[in-house]
Each structure stands twice: as structure tokens, then as C-alpha cells.
């Protein structure tokens, strides 16, 4: 089991930046891959950013360039830094993990960014 908290969010105007936190319950070199999803109203979740156990990063394409994915070990933690932030961004982010054969989510975070 694998409890997910998420934090960071709040309300940007465009070209701001924030950054995300997900603190995980148990140890990171037992969860394959993190990542950061998001679900604007009306939309389908979508992927944000994703880093696996030996660090590898991948990012969808409309975020590449200004949002990083990166982890802390010792904490337990993943961020997601979010700079030239578009009104387009605006959604819940939600916090994801996958170990050997369970997925688990976090409550998400509300992102705003006003035009």
C-alpha cells in the first residue's frame, strides 16, 4: 500500500510558476514509476510527466521545455516544477505511483493559472 499526498497547488497568472510536491508513505526504490497526470473539466486525464526508479523522465508535448519532473530519495518525494505556466494548464494535477502490480493516486491539487 502506497499513500500519495499532494501539495503546491493554488492560483498563477500566466508566465507564473509553481511547483508540486507528492510525498509517498513508503520508500521510492519500491515504486517503478511516478508520475504527475491532469484532468481539466470537461477532459479526459491526462499524462503530465513521468520519472522511473533510475530516473528517467518523459513528458507529453505540451509541457516539454517548461515543467521538470524530479525526485527526492531521501524524502520520499516528487516534484513537479511548472514555469511559464499557460491558462491551458489549468486542472486538477494528481499524483500517481506503480509498484509490482498495484497503482495508486493521490487526491490532487488544484491548479489555476489566469489569463
Known amino acids: 500500500q502506497v499513500q500519495l499526498v499532494e501539495s503546491g497547488g493554488g492560483l498563477v497568472q500566466a508566465g507564473g510558476s509553481l511547483r508540486l510536491s507528492c510525498a ?7 515504486i517503478y514509476v511516478m508520475a504527475w497526470y491532469r484532468q481539466a473539466p470537461g477532459e479526459q486525464r491526462e499524462l503530465v510527466a513521468r520519472i522511473t526508479v533510475g530516473g528517467t523522465r518523459s513528458y507529453a508535448d505540451s509541457v ?7 525526485r527526492d530519495n531521501a524524502e520520499n518525494t516528487i516534484y513537479l516544477q511548472m514555469n511559464s505556466l499557460k491558462p491551458e494548464d489549468t486542472a486538477v494535477y494528481y499524483c500517481t505511483a506503480w509498484t509490482s502490480g498495484s497503482n495508486y493516486w493521490g487526491q490532487g491539487t488544484q491548479v489555476t493559472v489566469s489569463s
Request: net charge positive; glycine share 8%; hydrophobic share 35%.
Open 24 to 30: 509517498a508513505s513508503r520508500s521510492m526504490f519500491s
Open 64 to 70: 516539454k521545455g517548461r515543467f521538470t519532473i524530479s
